[in-house]
């Protein structure tokens, strides 16, 4: 039996105040949306649709990396049975189970989806919902049940009684259906209420009045089903995610100092006895490996980090590799796929773009390392720059095994410095420096004695006239 998918992204989420659709807002470094697609292709199912309004060509830009997900336009938006009568067109003609997800609920487990289309099968159901318990249930719809216990109806908010309001049972908005029948059941919702729109909760009493089983499956992990309306929403989702997140890392053997100011996105792997400062951020991919000690203020995204390194104060490490035993910062900028080879260092107030630095390599001090080769033991002074660009075009420094560059060197690229070559302090090195040289291109120094004394006649005198 085939089962397809149909998300809800057609709403303007007023309650955000945001010039950005609701469902693009992100949680644990990924979109709503994108939260929802993950567990709806975690079901194998045969097609997936999104539907679309507010924002509708925004949302489908940012979801065009999903080449088996179809879109089709609600407008205007006059509710969710509304929204799910435009996917007729593409689903009319199927037959099997469509599930209808939330595209603003990012925490939906794939084995609570699964259990809810296994339950939906079993019962034959023309509909299964799916529900919780919450102690303060305001705003959801309620799961209203008959005498013997199975679902009558779902009544909205707005248009509960002051019984049916107390009731805490609530409406996930997350739906199975069988799709025999279920366009001609939505065809026939009225829009009787408060918002006078058409509400497919309704689709509960349809197919309760036409003698069809209505089943519901009830989680016990209510923020499983909780969708994103505000921005206090968000903040409590991501709170949540992260919570879990670190609670999972901590379980492995990873120490985090201070889990409440620790953000790690789930995709992030850290490998056992790390220790993870506060206000930390490890996103996108990052993965971290064992022994290392990553301190306060660090923000890793897109790196990879060998074993026993050590990441020093408020370093920004994007798309680079930190090889084992290696050190960085603090206040360290890597970037643009740089790399540190085992036991390099970096030091405080550097910056390593698209650039390699070699075994035992270090620059402590104050330089800018752009689009460089540097080889191994090789000693980076303080204040030296890799002048890689011409304006038009970027060019490669190269630094072999065992050079020394002194401090405050510039390096025109291209250029390359041989072999233990040595290049003084202060030189502007234009040309390539042989192997075993030394370059300088600093003239003499010269002191001029009394001239401080002069100076200080020749002001004194101007200033009296």
């Not at 993870?276 to 897109?302: K, Y």
Request: net charge neutral; aromatic share 4%.
């Amino acid at each position: 039996m085939q089962l397809h998918v149909v998300i809800l992204a057609a709403g303007k989420g007023t309650r955000m105040k945001s010039a950005r659709a609701k469902v693009l807002h992100e949680v644990a470094g990924q979109s709503l949306i994108e939260h929802v697609l993950a567990a709806a292709t975690a079901l194998k199912p045969a097609t997936v649709t999104v539907i679309i309004g507010h924002q509708g060509e925004t949302i489908r830009e940012a979801l065009r990396a999903h080449s088996h997900v179809a879109f089709v336009v609600q407008e205007p938006q006059l509710g969710t049975a509304h929204a799910l009568l435009t996917t007729e067109t593409r689903l009319g003609e199927k037959s099997g189970t469509l599930v209808l997800l939330s595209g603003d609920v990012p925490l939906l487990r794939v084995s609570t989806l699964e259990k809810l289309v296994e339950t939906h099968r079993a019962a034959q159901a023309a509909a299964t919902v799916l529900t919780t318990n919450l102690a303060d249930p305001k705003g959801y719809g309620r799961i209203v049940r008959a005498s013997d216990g199975r679902i009558a109806r779902i009544v909205e908010d707005r248009d509960a009684s002051v019984e049916e309001q107390a009731i805490h049972e609530i409406n996930g908005g997350i739906y199975a259906f069988d799709l025999d029948g279920l366009f001609a059941a939505v065809r026939s919702i009225g829009a009787n209420n408060a918002q006078r729109e058409y509400y497919l909760p309704d689709l509960v009493s349809v197919f309760r009045k036409a003698g069809r089983p209505v089943e519901t499956v009830v989680t016990d992990m209510p923020e499983e089903i909780l969708g994103v309306n505000s921005r206090q929403e968000l903040a409590i989702m991501n709170r949540i995610a992260r919570d879990a997140v670190n609670k999972a890392l901590m379980a492995s053997g990873v120490t985090l100092e201070d889990p409440a100011t620790t953000y790690v996105h789930p995709d992030v792997r850290v490998g056992p006895d790390t220790v993870i400062h506060p206000n930390v951020s490890l996103e996108r991919g990052t993965i971290v490996g064992s022994g290392c000690d990553i301190h306060s203020g660090a923000r890793l995204v897109g790196a990879i980090v060998g074993d026993r390194a050590v990441v020093l104060n408020h370093c920004l490490i994007t798309d680079s590799t930190i090889g084992s035993d290696t050190s960085v910062g603090p206040f360290a900028h890597i970037r643009n796929g740089a790399t540190l080879a085992p036991h390099a260092k970096v030091g405080n107030f550097v910056e390593l773009k698209k650039t390699a630095l070699g075994p035992k390599s270090k620059a402590m001090h104050l330089a800018y390392l752009g689009d460089a080769v540097i080889g191994e033991r090789v000693n980076i002074g303080a204040g030296t720059i890799t002048c890689n660009y011409d304006g038009v075009h970027k060019h490669l420094t190269t630094i072999e095994d065992g050079a020394f560059i002194g401090s405050d060197t510039q390096l025109i690229a291209p250029v390359t410095v041989e072999k233990d070559a040595y290049v003084g302090t202060g030189t502007t090195v234009r040309h390539n420096v042989p192997a075993g040289s030394l370059a300088i291109s600093a003239g003499k120094q010269r002191n001029v004695s009394g001239w401080v004394e002069r100076r200080k006649k020749t002001l004194s005198t101007k200033s009296s006239e």
